[in-house]
């Protein structure tokens, strides 16, 4: 009865598990080639 539980306990967590490590990091991100300046490079005067 013990090792039936144990088993079934390893078999869930065996499924949980598996689609979680298949979502790995493919390749680096790529930034853009000419990004648009977002922000003004001075503060402005007041």
């Not at 078999?11 to 790529?30: E, I």
């Amino acid at each position: 009865m013990r090792k039936n539980r144990l088993v079934a306990l390893l078999l869930v967590v065996a499924v949980l598990a598996l689609p979680l490590a298949a979502c790995g990091k493919k390749n680096d991100p790529v930034p853009p080639s000419n990004p648009p300046p977002t922000y003004p490079g001075h503060y402005p005067s007041q």
